[in-house]
């Protein structure tokens, strides 16, 4: 990867005092002495993004070289940098594709749940601004990847990212949609291999510096509402998925009520439909969260994988 590295801005940003309290109170329940030290690291201004997913098809190739290519085994190439220096982000450009997405290494987690094949067919439930579905994109060539996000600046940004990273030849295998995915199940119900559901949230890491004291009120009067959101979007992607197809609930946040609880509530109304696939019995039942520590600056991250019994 031929890329200038640029030392990272360190500087100390100021916190929201009243989401910091907030979290104090309900993660220091929740979450005993690893709140003490994922506090440290949220608090850090090393703690953002500093890794790259390389964009497989950033290659100087003919269209005939191309569509070889993509008959090889596909792979997800991601780096972190030992001293957590951030990679400069690249501009987009109409008609050239990136070199790598600016991410977050935990947030590859969900995609490899997924264990999307080629030939599934995919549905995004919550795609923008669309890291994962680009990542989705580098390890597997569905069928069909339908991106879902309802709204419509959020979906500019979702076209610009997928126009950034695909080649063309992949357009007729990527839609972009703007649904509210509470309704998707309905009117999809069986269609998908995979469903993703990437959920709006808590985003602990920017909420903790929410522009002003009052937009950070704001997010948390309407953080109540989020479970319910959540819990609707994941039951109409289990309604999109086909039987024996598998569904990934993930959110960044650490909060049990929009990770555990939304799960929990969901296996409980419907226990005959749905098993939990993924291996979390080291973590927890439901699922597996990641929370950032020092030195380990990924996360936070939850993720869930479910599969459709009948
Ligand atoms: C955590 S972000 C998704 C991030 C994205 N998956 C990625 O990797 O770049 C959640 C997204 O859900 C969208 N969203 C909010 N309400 C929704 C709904 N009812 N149906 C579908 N998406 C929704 C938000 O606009 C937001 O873009």
Not at 55 to 71: A, D, G, K
Not at 199 to 205: E, K, Q, W
Request: charged share 20%.
């Amino acid at each position: 990867l031929r890329v200038q590295i640029k030392k990272k801005c360190q500087r100390k940003r100021p916190s929201c005092p009243a989401v910091l309290d907030h979290f104090d109170r309900q993660y220091g329940e929740e979450l005993g002495e690893l709140w003490t030290s994922a506090r440290t690291a949220l608090l850090d201004p090393r703690s953002w993004q500093y890794g790259v997913m390389l964009n497989r098809f950033n290659l100087m190739l003919t269209p005939h070289e191309l569509h070889h290519y993509l008959q090889s085994k596909p792979s997800l190439q991601c780096y972190i940098h030992p001293l957590s220096l951030r990679f400069p982000s690249q501009a987009h450009r109409p008609g050239r594709l990136k070199q790598y997405y600016l991410i977050n290494a935990a947030s590859l987690l969900p995609v490899l749940a997924l264990q999307v094949r080629d030939e599934d067919r995919v549905l995004d439930l919550c795609s923008a601004p669309g890291g994962k579905a680009v990542a989705i994109m580098q390890s597997a060539t569905p069928a069909f990847l339908c991106c879902n996000e309802p709204d419509p600046h959020r979906r500019e940004w979702l076209t610009k990212t997928l126009e950034s990273f695909l080649p063309h030849c992949l357009s007729s295998r990527v839609t972009v949609s703007g649904q509210d995915g509470r309704l998707l199940g309905q009117t999809e119900a069986g269609f998908y291999d995979k469903v993703l559901v990437d959920a709006p949230c808590s985003n602990d890491r920017s909420w903790l510096y929410s522009s002003s004291i009052q937009q950070g009120a704001q997010r948390l009067k309407d953080r109540e509402k989020l479970p319910l959101i959540q819990a609707q979007l994941l039951r109409s992607a289990l309604s999109a998925v086909r039987p024996g197809g598998v569904v990934v609930y993930s959110t960044c946040t650490l909060s049990s009520y929009e990770n555990w609880a939304v799960v929990e509530k969901i296996l409980e109304d419907f226990p005959q439909k749905y098993a939990l696939t993924l291996d979390s019995t080291r973590h927890h039942r439901l699922g597996l969260l990641v929370v950032p520590q020092n030195g380990k600056m990924w996360g936070p991250m939850f993720v869930s994988r479910i599969r459709r019994k009948e």
